[in-house]
């Protein structure tokens, strides 16, 4: 089944629970313009509270993820024109999606592409996939997260060096780096991310939503209150009927079927 809910984001359902949002601006290597980031805010919005949604896979094209803000539009862009357009809301739709996302990263994700990944949980490359910050080669710097979820993600030296140079880093390195999660042939990139968002689906959806929870924001807490936020997440699960269904399959042998309640 496939829904097109407009031009530029695509959403289709190729599996139960799952949910593929894919770009669709090739002609502009889909830069993320305005019209863009706003019909990603009203999908992940959307998914966000749909019941039958459990993971969402968010992928590009084959040759590019996303080549970074629109360059295009930042020639007559002035102060006032990027404070009114409130992008950041439109980010912080994906950022406060309570669900697992998994991005499926083929050729460039660069700029505002780097970063848009970096909002997803998972990042799936594939062999021939590039990252980059390049946005000082244009004369500016990450304006969507992308100096403070860097830095999170691989550590000062690696992050000051790509946002300084604004070098791409190839697939392998951006693995080693911990830029990537897993790395798979560049044809199979959707297909194992969506298997993974298949498996993760079979979880019990409000443990899954407290990990992400728990995990994004303990990141940035003192220790000892990130780890009284998991405790008490931990101890919230013990008011869900799919703890004790976790617990039953588990005594009785038998595969849980978990209900999101
Ligand atoms: N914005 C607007 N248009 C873009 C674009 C962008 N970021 N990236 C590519 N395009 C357009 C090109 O202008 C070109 O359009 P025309 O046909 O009208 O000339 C078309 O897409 C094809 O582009 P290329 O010919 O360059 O395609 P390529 O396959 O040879 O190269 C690429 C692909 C390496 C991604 C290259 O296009 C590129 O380097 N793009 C810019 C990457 C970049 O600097 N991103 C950072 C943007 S700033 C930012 O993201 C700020 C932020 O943090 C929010």
């Not at 770009?23 to 980031?37: G, S």
């Not at 993820?65 to 990027?82: E, L």
């Not at 592409?113 to 990252?131: K, S, T, W």
């Not at 919230?236 to 039953?248: P, R, V, Y």
């Amino acid at each position: 089944m496939q829904e097109t809910i407009n031009s530029v984001v695509l959403t289709e359902y190729p599996a139960q629970y799952v949910a593929l949002v894919r770009l669709n601006r090739p002609e502009a290597r889909n830069a993320l313009n305005n019209e863009v980031r706003r019909q990603l805010a009203h999908v992940f919005t959307e998914l966000s509270g749909n019941a039958d949604i459990r993971a969402i896979v968010l992928t590009g094209g084959d040759e590019v993820f996303a080549a970074g803000a629109d360059i295009k539009d930042m020639t007559t862009a002035t102060t006032i024109s990027m404070y009114q357009r409130h992008a950041e809301r439109y980010w912080q739709a994906i950022a406060d999606c309570p669900k697992p996302i998994i991005a499926a990263v083929n050729g460039y994700a660069l700029g505002g592409g780097c970063e848009l990944a970096m909002h997803a949980d998972i990042i799936i490359a594939g062999e021939g996939a590039r990252f980059g910050q390049p946005e000082v080669k244009v004369g500016v710097m990450p304006g969507a997260g992308g100096t403070q979820r860097l830095i999170r993600a691989v550590g000062k030296f690696q992050a000051m060096r790509l946002l300084f140079t604004g070098c791409m880093v190839k697939a392998p390195e951006a693995l080693r780096m911990g830029l990537v999660s897993e790395m798979v042939a560049d044809g199979e990139t959707v297909a194992r991310a969506v298997e993974m968002a298949q498996e993760i689906a079979k979880m019990p959806p409000i443990a899954i939503a407290q990990i992400k929870e728990v995990v994004l924001s303990g990141m940035d807490l003192p220790l000892d209150a990130a780890l009284t936020l998991e405790r008490k997440a931990f101890q919230l699960l013990f008011s869900s009927q799919d703890q004790k269904e976790g617990a039953n399959a588990f005594v009785e042998k038998r595969t849980p079927n978990y209900q999101g309640e």
